[in-house]
């Protein structure tokens, strides 16, 4: 089986995001913000199945995690975009395995989603909330898990695929 | 030359016969002048193990406290006659607990998932109360579970009061702990440590929920004076809630 999206048993670990982002464990926690769980699990996705399972990917969980949030603001085009960007740089570039380079992707990816959300509230007129806080809380959170979670993922998920990059 | 009349004693025999009379009546004196001084502790001392037990006491505080519960009852149901005559939000039918199974106080969502639903009777909008007070509504539900949306999510706009001043407001959440309140009137008169509670005039809470405290004022806000609150029912501290359904509904 050459593409992790074919195996509904890997599939199936994306659940894993939406329960991680609702059971949101305490001691995972900066200052009552959590990591972005969906980062997590879509940069190795991305990087192992490609740019169009992984902007897929990024469109499920976006509309997952959007059906579990208040408001109207969304993770949608984030997710999709990094999905899409992970899954061309696994393919096309050298192969991403330093514990270092997960985290600073990590590191932007949700920098990048906090950005998107923190746009739509300008849009919305809602930009009152302290946002800044949260959004560096969670990008610092989720770069430091990045490097331990991710490397593992990587590293299971290209060993389940026949080549791994390809 | 006659001596004149001389002074005489009483006898001796006289005296020895009348001093405890003479006693007596001194005694009497000193009794009427100090108003029973002496007889009504004698008395005391005398009749305590005769007194009136703490039995009676409780009967007494017993009925105080019906007497109480009956008028309670009574301006209760004058109440909600009233707020219906004035077609405002009346007290909460049932009440139902539910545990918090999600919390993200202080994330992008302020918002918390609470262990019922549809099917136990939750809807959209219905008060949720924690130990503290007010700590939001219902803002989406599914058969078994419910979102909240905290006060301090930019969402949540709730009618409240001060008390002490009896000066209404609009609690609106800014997406960070502590939310502000919006004065209707230019000279509200509140001061940091005045209590906040849901206003008697609101269509969407139950009166007079307790909701925070007063932290700063600014008065120089436009158009008019807002105040900071410290909510006292901390999110993030929870594990049960009550979720107040509103009467009418199953």
């Not at chain 2, 005769?50 to 406290?65: D, L, S």
């Amino acid at each position: 089986m050459s593409s992790l999206a074919l195996r509904g048993w890997y599939r199936a670990t994306a659940l894993l995001v939406p329960l991680l982002t609702l059971a949101s464990p305490g001691f995972l926690k900066l200052g009552d913000v959590g990591p972005a769980w969906a980062v997590l699990w879509l940069l190795p996705w991305a990087l192992v199945d490609g740019a169009r399972s992984g902007a897929l990917a990024g469109l499920l969980l976006g509309l997952v995690l959007d059906g579990l949030h208040l408001g109207p603001i969304s993770e949608i085009p984030a997710l999709m975009v990094l999905g899409w960007w992970w899954g061309r740089m696994g393919r096309k570039g050298l192969p991403i395995e330093r514990s270092f380079s997960l985290g600073l992707l990590a590191l932007l990816g949700t920098a990048f989603v906090g950005l998107t959300l923190i746009l739509q509230l300008a849009v919305l007129g809602e930009l009152q909330r302290p946002v800044l806080y949260t959004w560096l809380s969670q990008t610092l959170l989720t770069a430091l898990l990045a490097p331990m979670v991710c490397s593992l993922q990587l590293l299971f998920w290209r060993q389940q695929t026949s080549g791994g990059r390809r | 030359m006659q001596a004149g009349p001389r002074l005489r004693l009483p006898p001796v025999r006289l005296i020895l016969q009348v001093w405890p009379l003479a006693l007596l009546v001194l005694a009497g004196v000193a009794i009427r002048l100090s108003k029973g001084a002496g007889v009504a502790d004698a008395y005391a001392v005398l009749s305590r193990p005769f007194w009136p037990g703490t039995a009676q006491g409780e009967w007494v505080k017993q009925a105080q406290r019906l007497e109480d519960q009956t008028r309670l009852s009574q301006l209760t149901a004058d109440n909600q006659r009233l707020r219906q005559l004035l077609q405002l939000r009346s007290q909460p039918g049932k009440e139902l607990m539910a545990p918090v199974i999600s919390r993200d106080p202080g994330g992008w969502w302020q918002q918390l998932v609470i262990g019922q639903g549809s099917i136990q009777g939750v809807t959209p909008g219905d008060p949720v109360v924690a130990p503290g007070g007010l700590l939001g509504r219902i803002a989406s539900v599914t058969p078994t579970t419910a979102s909240v949306a905290l006060l301090t999510d930019p969402s949540s706009h709730v009618g409240v009061w001060v008390a002490r001043t009896q000066q209404h407001g609009l609690l609106t959440g800014l997406g960070s702990s502590r939310p502000v309140l919006r004065f209707l009137d230019k000279d509200p008169g509140v001061r940091p440590g005045d209590v906040v509670l849901t206003s008697p005039a609101s269509t969407l809470v139950p009166p007079n929920l307790s909701v925070g405290v007063i932290q700063s004022v600014n008065g120089m806000a436009s158009p008019a004076p807002e105040a900071v609150v410290q909510l006292s029912a901390r999110a993030g501290a929870i594990d049960w809630v009550r979720v107040l359904m509103r009467p009418g509904r199953p």
